[in-house]
């Protein structure tokens, strides 16, 4: 009895343990849904000012009502200067999350916005909570695991990701790819630690925004890097050995590499038929590229009062990660600290990234700029600062796990943990004062909202408390778990601040409904979104539709012409005797890649439509082929000889295509090669049927509904007397 009562005791306090730490995953889950209460969605009126309701949505709307309509659209009507729909990139065409939007109820009835907001949410707690569990997986205390996954995660960096609505799928994705890759140093396995890199390679690659996307597989190569020595600094029982770190390279490497080419699919064709010969976009100066740079003194603040750093580049939470930027230094001198030089090495790259976020100040972002692949296409080079959260999780972790363990204090001697965090604090209050009034980027979240004056005075003392706190933290005591759970609220509540005063702010409006968008797309198929402006430096002609009227841009214009005879554009300079009586164009068929118009002509001439040129488009009268040709204002025409026609208007990728059979091979490849690992010859069998008759037919439906989707009824009559 006397053995039994302990062993019972234990065992309770074990259950208690494991509740206690569900229960903190239930709330990371939601956490989300508390911090960023005030765009809470169907509830409240507001949201995330700018650029959030805007581009993101909007493109995401255009693309997924083909969708709804039974077409994958390559083309996108009026968009980008005629370009492919691979230009409309922040619609997200390849990403889970505008897929889960899309089929929530209520989408298409005004509240695309509210179940886009909703699953950003979603993903945020997810993502913590992966960044939690990896944190614990490293020895780290409930209380910090928890601290240090929320200020990773909830950040002015997030929130700025959040205001361009893709990037922030390129941001959870990143921390998740890096997330996966530690899970697969520390417990590897045949299945899930695999699938996990190359799902969360996907998840970054096909986030939507290319700029956060490159940024994000720079920083994963980085984190990399790091990992085994990290993982040696804070777990001493996982020795660093160089044969199994090479073969972890290698691993990787793989691993990324069949991931990015499931995603081939979408960067393909955005690099084939956009990126490439894009004017706006390549071949650029360097003074376009640090366009909303922030300076030194904004960027410096992120560490002491994020407010007032410039938001495309402000990367504050809580002022625990001066703590990150203090130990490294301090330490190095220390000999015996274990992980010194791995931290060290961490700290000399967040030194470099973060010069290199204030454009022009240092040198380091114009080497960036001339040497990298794809970095002259950039604009905004605060955006690298994405890359700093994880780095300073991994350093504030290995600070926090030395402060626990008593052989790791003892190594610290003679600078104790309590040292560095009073040092913290000093340095704080003084950075707060003398960064108050220092030169910073325009758009800082003063300048946006005039936020009120109690803002900056409780940043202020949340700082001072995080750092006093945390000093209570690191000492020996029973006081630990009380400043711990403080600490933690003081954090949230300083970040939830921050979030709700950190970008802009705007009302809250219905999207339109599939109804709204079918009439319009009756009366002009031109996509209606912003911008109003092409990207490109082309000629573009945007239709102005009517029916059975005399549009000034007419959508399509027969005129009589010798086949030899450039094509010359309505109405530019053409003859009023030219046209022929009886002459009629009609709209039959319409959808985003197809559209087919009869033609009734008594003469030869040219069709021209008030489409951007690309040489894409293909055209045919029903098995015949005829060249589509560029015209004087950069539209589509083609030469048709007299009678009644049906011309079949054909826009083809084959990037995209190639990309979609690269995709479904891959994935095909993953499903039989991890198939191959189950047990069950049953099950086995049946994974491998099933994945090829799905990737199989998936390929081959997704290719027939490029040209047989619904017809979107756009209706429009053109005759020979609108010349007149």
């Known amino acids: 009895m006397l053995i039994a009562m302990p062993k019972t005791l234990i065992e309770r306090m074990n259950v208690w343990r494991s509740d206690r730490i569900r229960l903190l995953q239930s709330l990371i889950c939601v956490l989300p849904f508390a911090c960023l209460y005030w765009l809470l969605p169907f509830a409240g009126s507001l949201t995330i000012g700018n650029d959030y309701p805007i581009y993101s949505i909007q493109d995401q709307m255009e693309l997924q009502y083909s969708l709804a309509h039974g077409s994958f659209p390559l083309y996108a009507p009026g968009f980008a200067g005629g370009r492919s729909a691979a230009a409309m990139t922040l619609g997200q065409l390849y990403h889970p999350l505008s897929y889960l939007a899309s089929h929530s109820a209520g989408y298409w009835k005004g509240y695309a916005l509210e179940w886009n907001t909703f699953w950003r949410l979603v993903s945020l707690g997810l993502t913590q909570l992966v960044l939690f569990n990896l944190l614990r997986r490293l020895k780290l205390s409930t209380d910090f695991a928890f601290i240090l996954s929320f200020v990773t995660v909830y950040n002015l960096r997030m929130l700025d990701m959040f205001r ?31 699938l996990s890199v190359i799902g969360a390679t996907y998840l970054l690659v096909c986030g939507g925004h290319p700029q956060i996307a490159y940024l994000g597989l720079v920083g994963a190569a980085l984190i990399c890097l790091v990992i085994p020595s990290t993982v040696a600094a804070l777990r001493p029982d996982i020795a660093v050995n160089w044969r199994r770190a090479l073969h972890y390279y290698a691993t990787v490497g793989i691993y990324v590499g069949l991931g990015q080419l499931l995603a081939l699919a979408y960067t393909l064709p955005f690099y084939v038929e956009f990126l490439r010969d894009a004017p706006n976009h390549i071949k650029q100066s360097y003074q376009w590229s640090i366009v909303w740079s922030d300076h030194w003194g904004g960027a410096a603040n992120s560490f002491f009062n994020p407010l007032r750093s410039d938001v495309h580049g402000a990367f504050g939470s809580s002022p625990l990660i001066l703590l990150a930027m203090l130990a490294p230094v301090v330490l190095a001198p220390v000999r015996q600290v274990k992980g010194r030089a791995i931290m060290v090495a961490l ?110 005075s409780l940043i202020f003392l949340s700082g001072l408390a995080c750092l006093l706190l945390a ?26 601040v921050q979030l709700r005063y950190g970008t802009w702010v705007a009302h809250r409006d219905p999207t339109p409904s599939l109804e709204q968008m079918d009439e319009a797309k009756r009366s002009d198929l031109a996509f209606r979104g912003a911008p109003p402006v092409s990207l490109e430096s082309k000629t573009v002609v945007k239709p102005s539709v009517g029916v059975d009227g005399k549009p000034s841009v007419p959508f399509a214009v027969f005129r009589p012409a010798n086949k030899n005879a450039p094509p010359v554009d309505y109405p530019a300079a053409v003859p009023q005797n030219t046209a022929v009586p009886g002459t009629r164009v009609a709209t039959v068929y319409t959808a985003f890649n197809r559209l087919v118009l009869k033609v009734d002509a008594s003469t030869p001439g040219f069709l021209t439509l008030s489409v951007p040129y690309s040489p894409n488009w293909r055209a045919s009268v029903k098995s015949q082929k005829f060249s589509v040709v560029r015209t004087d204002r950069n539209e589509l025409a083609v030469f048709l000889p007299a009678g009644t026609h049906d011309v079949d208007f054909r826009f083809h990728s084959p990037a995209s295509v190639a990309g979609m059979l690269i995709s ?61």
């Open 347 to 456: 700290w000399l790259a967040f030194v470099v990234i973060f010069l290199c976020s204030v454009g022009d100040d240092t040198p380091v972002d114009y080497f960036f700029w001339k040497f990298f692949p794809f970095a002259d296409s950039f604009r905004a080079p605060g955006r690298i600062a994405m890359l700093l959260p994880p780095i300073l999780m991994l350093v504030l972790a290995w600070f926090f796990r030395a402060a626990d363990d008593e052989n790791f204090r003892e190594q610290m001697h003679p600078v104790a943990p309590w040292h560095l965090t009073l040092l913290a604090l000093v340095v704080f209050v003084t950075g707060y004062f003398l960064l108050a009034h220092t030169q910073t980027g325009y758009f800082t979240p003063f300048n946006i909202q005039q936020y009120p004056s109690w803002v900056n």
């Open 164 to 194: 361009y609505g893709a990037s922030l799928e390129n941001y959870t994705g990143f921390l998740l790819l890096c997330a996966a890759m530690a899970y697969l140093y520390i417990t590897p396995d045949r299945f899930i630690r695999p």
């Open 664 to 724: 479904c091979g891959t994935a095909l490849f993953l499903a039989l090669f991890f198939s191959r690992r189950c047990r069950l010859g049953c099950v086995r069998n049946t994974v491998m049927v099933v994945a090829i008759v799905v990737l199989g037919g998936g390929f081959a439906l997704w290719e027939r509904s490029l040209y047989n989707g619904d017809n979107l009824g756009m209706r429009y009559v053109w005759t020979s007397s609108h010349l007149k």
């Open 471 to 496: 000093t209570l933290r690191v000492l020996p005591g029973r006081a630990r778990v009380l400043a711990g759970l403080l600490l933690s609220g003081i954090v949230i509540t300083q970040t939830v």
